[in-house]
Structures are given as C-alpha cells and as structure tokens.
Nanobody, 115 residues
Framework: QVQLVESGGGLVQPGGSLRLSCATS????????MGWYRQAPGKQRELVAA???????NYADSVKGRFTISRDNAKNTVYLQMNSLKPDDTASYYC?????????WGQGTQVTVSS
C-alpha cells in the first residue's frame, strides 16, 4: 500500500518559519513530480509548490518568495520550507504527486499561524 506521511506542522507566530517533511516510497518519489498542497477551512485544496524529478520548481503566487520546496533523493523525502508565515497560510498541508493521485492523499499536517 502506498503511503505518503507528512510531518512538521505546528503553531507558529506570524513571521515565523516551519519545515514540513513528506516521506514517500521510492517508487513514487522516483517516478513523479511531487507537490505540496494545502486546504484551509471552507476552501478548496490548492497546490502551493511542486518539484519535478529533475529539480525544477513551481510555486503558487501566494507563497512565491516565502516557501521553498526541495527533495532528498537518498531519503525519498520532499520538504517544504516555509518562511515569513502569515495567518492566511493556516491550513492542513498535504503532499502528493502533481497532478495529484486520488489514492495517495495522507492525513496531512496542520499549520496554524497565529499570535
């Protein structure tokens, strides 16, 4: 069974930083572009960052310049470094392939930005 396990969320003050991690199976990691998604209460899930197998990255305009996606090929892990966090970044964050694969959604990790 395929698993993607997100971790690293928490409560942080505005302007703070967090680093999210997503551990995947080698088969997924080596075969697909990987993405970080988020879903805030009452809103649709959105893709915030993606990284291709070769390392090319893309970001949503709302996080560009503040978030950095990276991947560690040896650990089959995708990271999301989030700096200058804002209350609007509060959401559950998920990793998945990009475009997403329905059966790969995990539990996500909650990020709350509040003073």
């Amino acid at each position: 069974q395929v698993q993607l396990v997100e971790s690293g969320g928490g409560l942080v003050q505005p302007g703070g930083s967090l680093r999210l991690s997503c551990a995947t199976s080698g088969r997924i990691f080596s075969s697909y572009t990987m993405g970080w998604y988020r879903q805030a209460p009452g809103k649709q899930r959105e893709l915030v960052a993606a990284i291709a197998r070769g390392g090319a990255t893309n970001y949503a305009d709302s996080v560009k310049g503040r978030f950095t996606i990276s991947r560690d090929n040896a650990k089959n892990t995708v990271y999301l470094q989030m700096n200058s966090l804002k209350p609007d970044d509060t959401a559950s964050y998920y990793c998945n392939t990009a475009p997403s694969t329905r059966n790969y959604w995990g539990q996500g990790t909650q990020v709350t930005v509040s003073s």
